[in-house]
Structure formats: structure tokens, C-alpha cells
Nanobody, 126 residues
Framework: EVQLVESGGGLVQAGGSLKLSCAASGFTFDDYTIGWFRQAPGKGREGVAWLSTSSGSTYYAEFLKGRFAISSDYAKNTVYLQMNSLKAEDTAVYYC???????????????????WGQGTQVTVSS
């Protein structure tokens, strides 16, 4: 059974940093795209960052302007999201998701993903 478990969320002041983790089980990181998405209250789910496990290539939403970084530890089957220079508008529930295949533009759409974690709350105070 595929499972994704996020952790690392919390309350942080604007300008601060947080590192989220997504621990995967039930599959190996051979040929998946792992994505981080977020959903703020009253808003739709939006993509933040993606990683193609086969190549290690990473991709980011343009609005981030370099503030976040996605990385992985294949030995631990874990993907991370380092978030820096956090802003109040980054407040949301953050989810990791996994889907078979190499990243292409269609993987920026949350509807592509079959596997989701439960989410972790990130709150940035201004």
C-alpha cells in the first residue's frame, strides 16, 4: 500500500524558514514524480514544486521566485521541501503527492496524482 506522510509544518514568523518532509512507503522512488502542493483557506490547490525521481530533476512554480527548494533522500524514501523567506501568503496546508512517470507540464496539475499525504499545516504570521 502506497503511503505518504508529511511532517514539519508549524507556525513561523514572516521571513523565517521551515523544512517539510514527505516520507513514502509501499513503493520505491524508481520512476515517479513527487509534487508538493498547497491549499489555503477558500482557495484551490496549487502546485509548488516537483521532483522526477528517475533523474533527480526539480521544477518550481514561477511565483516562488527561488524561495523554496525540493530535494530527496532516496535511502530514506523521503522528499523534502525547504521553505525560506516565508510570507503570510504562504500560509496553507501543504501536501505531497506521488504519481508514476517522468515530470512533464501535466504533472503540475494536482488532478494527475493518485497518491496523497494527509497534509501538514504551515502558518506564517506577519
Amino acid at each position: 500500500e502506497v503511503q505518504l506522510v508529511e511532517s514539519g509544518g508549524g507556525l513561523v514568523q514572516a521571513g523565517g524558514s521551515l523544512k517539510l518532509s514527505c516520507a513514502a512507503s509501499g513503493f520505491t522512488f524508481d520512476d515517479y514524480t513527487i509534487g508538493w502542493f498547497r491549499q489555503a483557506p477558500g482557495k484551490g490547490r496549487e502546485g509548488v514544486a516537483w521532483l522526477s525521481t528517475s533523474s533527480g530533476s526539480t521544477y518550481y512554480a514561477e511565483f516562488l521566485k527561488g524561495r523554496f527548494a525540493i530535494s530527496s533522500d532516496y535511502a530514506k524514501n523521503t522528499v523534502y521541501l525547504q521553505m525560506n523567506s516565508l510570507k503570510a501568503e504562504d500560509t496553507a496546508v501543504y501536501y505531497c503527492a506521488a504519481e508514476v512517470g517522468v515530470f512533464t507540464r501535466k504533472y503540475t496539475d494536482w488532478r494527475m496524482y493518485d497518491y496523497w499525504g494527509q497534509g501538514t499545516q504551515v502558518t506564517v504570521s506577519s
